[in-house]
């Protein structure tokens, strides 16, 4: 485990202060879900993801979608793919961490249709096509991101199939919370 140099005292509530400089290397915002681990004789924290919570539900969605059809289908968390399908995308883009254009689509809440060939990154994978980009917004929280994908152009008849599935997951994980 790495050792910051940094210490904090635990206040009279129990609580501690990460630093700053920290939360902001590890991609951590205000009101976030931390995991808390004990581990031996140590204390783990780790950024909790309330969409990864629904794994299954969010895998059969993607898969049905996508055989439906035929778009290739990414649903990420604010860091990472957590689930895929499609000919083009297939699981060698699952877990992969999001670019910064796409972590400011999430932070921006806006959607996103591309009109020409537009590339995001997926860790070191490139990925070039045309893009429906909606954000997964549960209870005010931006959440992660539904992307549907092709090589060709989307037909317009599609942004409805993005926004449901925004709006299943949003709902799905804002019931359970």
Same mark, same amino acid.
């Given at each position: 485990?790495? &050792? +910051? ?12 202060? *990460? ?5 902001? +290397? ?5 009101? %976030?879900?931390?995991?808390?681990? *004990? ?7 780790? @950024? ?6 629904? $794994? ?7 898969n049905? /979608? !996508?055989?439906? /059809?035929?778009?290739?289908? *990414?649903? /990420? ?10 000919? !083009?995308?297939? !699981? %060698?883009?699952? !877990?992969?961490?999001?670019d910064?254009n ?7 809440? $806006?959607?996103?249709? &591309? @009109? %020409?060939?537009?590339?995001?990154f997926? %860790? ?20 992660g ?7 060709n152009?989307?037909? /317009? ?12 997951i ?8």
């Amino acid at each position: 485990m790495k &050792s +910051t140099g940094v210490f904090r005292k635990i206040d009279d509530l129990g609580r501690i202060v *990460i630093p700053k400089e920290i939360r902001k +290397t590890m991609g951590i915002r205000d009101g %976030e879900n931390l995991e808390i681990i *004990i581990d031996d004789d140590d204390i783990k924290l780790r @950024k909790h993801s309330l969409v990864n919570n629904y $794994q299954g539900f969010i895998n059969d969605l993607v898969n049905s /979608t !996508n055989n439906i /059809t035929d778009l290739d289908i *990414i649903v /990420t968390d604010r860091d990472k793919v957590i689930a895929c399908a499609g000919s !083009n995308i297939k !699981n %060698e883009f699952l !877990n992969k961490q999001l670019d910064n254009n796409l972590k400011a689509i999430i932070d921006e809440r $806006q959607n996103k249709v &591309s @009109k %020409e060939l537009d590339k995001y990154f997926f %860790e070191n994978k490139e990925l070039i096509g045309y893009y429906m980009i909606f954000p997964v917004i549960s209870d005010g929280n931006s959440l992660g991101l539904v992307i549907l994908y092709s090589k060709n152009q989307i037909d /317009t008849n599609y942004l409805v199939v993005a926004k449901l599935l925004s709006s299943l997951i949003a709902n799905k994980v804002d019931i359970s919370c």
